[in-house]
């Protein structure tokens, strides 16, 4: 049999509230910078997230991973300690990160590659809008 390596993508969705904030800027660059993000009360965003997992198809199973076990690492890694959350105060890796789209991106691949087996390679589409998105690694 010939291998073939290919992704399959599992879309999911989650909410949560941010504030973008750079403690050692002052609160006029932080308003500049970040404008209305910045809001000291924080705001929210409906995220669309999907996880595209890259490997060779699997001879016994005819697949590259079960969908059923990608489904509950994004459930227990990502789903459950960020939806409906405040990202800065709830999310012990957003301490002392900015919860930005982009850092937001990076976390997620850090929680899923820690329970993805390591022969599979994992990429992050995360939508903030559904006119802004980031894609990680790239």
Not at 22 to 30: I, R, T, V
Not at 97 to 121: C, D, F, G, H, S
């Given at each position: 049999?010939?291998?073939?390596?290919?992704?399959?993508?599992?879309?999911?969705?989650?909410?949560?509230?941010?504030?973008?904030?750079?403690?050692?800027?002052?609160?006029?660059?932080?308003?500049?910078?970040?404008?209305?993000?910045?809001?000291?009360?924080?705001?929210?965003?409906?995220?669309?997230?999907?996880?595209?997992?890259?490997?060779?198809?699997?001879?016994?199973?005819?697949?590259v991973i079960d969908?059923?076990?990608?489904?509950?690492?994004?459930?227990e890694e990502i789903?459950?300690?960020?939806?409906?959350?405040?990202?800065?105060?709830?999310?012990?890796?957003?301490?002392?990160?900015?919860?930005?789209?982009?850092?937001?991106?990076?976390?997620?691949?850090?929680?899923?590659?820690?329970?993805?087996?390591?022969?599979?390679?994992?990429?992050?589409?995360?939508?903030?809008?559904?006119?802004?998105?980031?894609?990680?690694?790239?």
């Amino acid at each position: 049999m010939l291998k073939h390596k290919l992704g399959i993508t599992r879309k999911e969705h989650f909410n949560a509230a941010h504030r973008l904030h750079n403690p050692n800027w002052s609160l006029e660059k932080n308003k500049k910078v970040f404008g209305k993000c910045n809001n000291p009360n924080f705001h929210g965003h409906n995220y669309d997230l999907e996880v595209t997992i890259i490997g060779e198809i699997d001879i016994d199973t005819g697949y590259v991973i079960d969908t059923k076990k990608l489904s509950r690492y994004i459930k227990e890694e990502i789903l459950d300690p960020f939806d409906h959350k405040n990202l800065n105060l709830e999310v012990p890796e957003f301490t002392e990160l900015n919860p930005t789209v982009e850092n937001i991106a990076i976390v997620i691949y850090n929680r899923l590659e820690k329970v993805i087996p390591n022969n599979l390679e994992i990429k992050i589409k995360l939508y903030e809008t559904p006119r802004n998105f980031v894609e990680y690694p790239y």
